[in-house]
């Protein structure tokens, strides 16, 4: 039990300190979503709106980690108290802001010169993991009479299961079938990404563009082939073909994995600050709560986020609902399982 509590608390204090940091990674002139100019979140308005944010988030992690140590099944509450107050102090900070924001230049300069679009390591890197899932579905076929009445389908935070339901394929394939439609998802975002629009034409900007696209391309490939062998190993734990995989070493590799990404994504954001011009040349007006990008008029179905590091989709692009539908369906669907 202490060890689910420990889970639980590190869980929370991760996933606060990624929502404080988020609008420190953003790109100069992008705060909490919107166009500033370059030197507002360092003044003393900006400090403040900034403090008193992260400070909301402190606090709401603060009775998390206690509400988790008092009763560890209330610690998905207090996971929900940390998103919730996040909103609404993203909300907040959002209003505080506004009245200093400033419009950006519509206008974008393109390079005559095309930039490799291939992904790292080529497809066999990418179209590997995906096998995974298709041998799974063949081992449970194989196996099917071995497998017990009742298959967990849901894990707590400690790596236990916590949830089982009647064997049925849906319920036995739930696993296999996550991570292919995951895998596939993440695939489709990589060749969106190595596809998308640049914001700098040429020289060092450009090439710190180029450098940080391709470090979030093998952020995927990381992530394609993590989830993949999660979801592996907890399927052939129900097969019994995998002895005991100790919990707390599956929490250790991914909290190392999230650890490490962090690290990586704030070292990218600085050297970005550095070489790369301020402002993505998208409209404040297609940002809602400076998160979800949604713009029908925009091609591209991925842009640089503007609350933390990386990409989001456009919401106004149909594709960006399909990759969107192949990540949450399987999960959904689990849920109603019983």
Known sequence: MIQTKLAMAFTALLVSLGLILAPLLARRGHFFGWSVAPEFPGSPAGRRVFRLYALALAAATAVTIVIGLIEVKMGAVG????????????????RQIEPHRIQPDGRR??????????????WIAWLLPLAIPPVLLLLNAQYWESLPSRIPIHYG????????????WWSVNALPLLGFSTGLALLLMARQLAQSRRVSPRGTAAESESGRQRFMLLMLLSTLYLLNTL????????????????????????????????????????KRRELEPPLDGTPDECWH???????????????????????T?????????????LILAPAIGMSFLK
């Open 79 to 94: 996971l929900f108290l940390i998103l919730a107050t996040h909103l609404a102090a993203l909300r907040w900070a959002r």
């Open 109 to 122: 300069e393109a390079s005559l010169v095309a930039r490799p679009t291939t992904l790292p390591g080529g």
């Open 157 to 168: 935070i400690d790596g236990q299961a916590d949830r089982w339901v009647a064997k049925t």
């Open 231 to 270: 979801f592996a190993t907890l399927t052939l734990r129900n097969l019994n073909l995998l002895g005991g995989v100790p919990p707390m070493l599956i929490i250790a590799a991914l909290t190392v994995f999230w650890v490490i990404t962090m690290a990586l994504c704030w070292r990218h954001a600085e």
């Open 289 to 311: 709560l400076g998160m979800f990008y949604a713009n029908p008029q925009d091609p591209s179905i991925l842009v640089e986020q503007r609350l933390g590091f990386g990409y």
């Open 313 to 325: 989709l456009n919401f106004g692009r149909p594709a960006a609902w399909a990759i969107l539908f």
